[in-house]
């Protein structure tokens, strides 16, 4: 986990992910975390609006589809849009907690399903401004999930059951009243099996469930919403580079080489995130861009060994020569970093483990 580099003065720890498991809907655990959303035995991260009401919008990696937004039997245009949504029917506009008790009306084959929000809240952005525009917050939503088999729906599930426990360091600020909640920003089209941010496209919205590297990269202001907002621009290669380094991706081809649990400093080169920890009681990384590593001193899986990632790498000085050799399949060389200083060195991330 990610906890100690990125938000001004706020503990961030790395991908939240706990052992190795299975794909969820192709959202791996490395890029959703164990905390992915799903809805009955749909796994996803994604969902398409359409921009006219009562039309369905596009079915997503598992072929959910949003008909709409519903509140008080009155049927509602959703959007997502600067990370937060609304819905409209032309003469009213939900917002914030006016939302709550509304329901996204989905659709899967012949199943249909009813997504509600919940509650409403907010969380602080591990990233804040580097100067003069006031404290960024982000919107949660809480959203509950049953199926219709006629009047009324089955009972009400939450549709991220598997928050971090407060004392993870994945779980960050996403804790207590929020820990059930999701994040939701729009247009980028995320390749999970690659770690990478592909274009942007704003009929599309992701759910980031609490611990995942999907709200990670919300909380580090790592997205089209974001920039949206004004609050942090990003372009899709440093969206890339976030998501390379919270999910271990050293290679940049997609292979994973960390494990839940993992605390993790970073700091970008925009000024919005800093080392939380002295230089003295860190040990050096990786430096990062779009490729994945540019140079590697030591994976943070070998400054803190657990169960799992003995059981997933071998014995911790095993995992340096692993990621090596998974770089040469592809042809890439990973060289030690420069000097023994906490500089970017002209990149986006760099990030260090802390003793």
């Not at 359409?50 to 919008?57: D, I, N, P, R």
């Not at 959203?143 to 960050?172: V, Y």
């Not at 080169?269 to 230089?279: E, Q, V, W």
Request: net charge negative; with cysteine; hydrophobic share 40%.
């Amino acid at each position: 986990m990610v906890l100690g580099v990125g938000c001004v003065a706020s503990d961030i720890d790395e991908p939240r992910v706990g052992a190795v498991q299975q794909d969820i809907g192709g959202c791996d655990v490395f890029m959703c975390g164990t905390n992915s959303p799903v809805i009955a035995q749909f796994g996803f991260w994604d969902l398409n609006l359409s921009s006219t009401l009562g039309a369905a919008g596009l079915a997503n990696n598992v072929g959910m589809q949003v008909l709409g937004f519903v509140q008080n039997n009155t049927l509602y245009l959703p959007r997502v849009l600067r990370g937060k949504l609304t819905a409209s029917n032309g003469v009213t506009t939900l917002a914030g907690n006016a939302l709550v008790g509304g329901y996204f009306y989905l659709k899967n084959g012949s199943r249909t399903f009813e997504l509600k929000v919940s509650a409403v809240g907010t969380v602080d952005s591990w990233a804040q401004p580097a100067s003069g525009t006031p404290h960024v917050t982000l919107e949660t939503y809480q959203l509950d999930w049953a199926e219709f088999f006629g009047s009324p729906p089955e009972r009400f599930q939450n549709m991220c059951p598997n928050p971090p426990s407060k004392d993870n360091p994945d779980a960050l600020t996403m804790i207590g009243s929020t820990a059930f909640q999701t994040l939701l920003f729009e247009g980028d089209r995320i390749d999970a099996k690659g770690r990478r941010d592909t274009t942007v496209d704003r009929s599309w919205f992701n759910l980031g469930c609490a611990g995942s590297a999907l709200a990670k990269m919300a909380l580090t202001g790592h997205t089209q919403g974001a920039w949206d907002a004004g609050t942090f621009n990003t372009t899709l290669a440093e969206r890339t580079t976030m998501l390379k380094m919270l999910t271990a991706d050293y290679c940049g081809d997609g292979t994973v080489f960390t494990v839940g649990g993992q605390p993790l400093n970073w700091e970008d080169d925009h000024g919005t995130m800093k080392l939380i920890s002295a230089p003295a009681n860190l040990v050096r990384e990786a430096r990062w861009n779009e490729t994945g590593a540019v140079c590697l001193d030591k994976p943070r899986v070998d400054v803190h060994p657990t169960t799992n990632s003995i059981a997933e790498f071998g014995s911790p000085s095993n995992i340096y020569q692993k990621a090596m050799s998974q770089c040469a399949l592809s042809g890439k060389v990973i060289p030690p970093c420069d000097g023994g200083t906490f500089d970017l060195a002209g990149y986006h991330l760099l990030s260090a483990t802390p003793l």
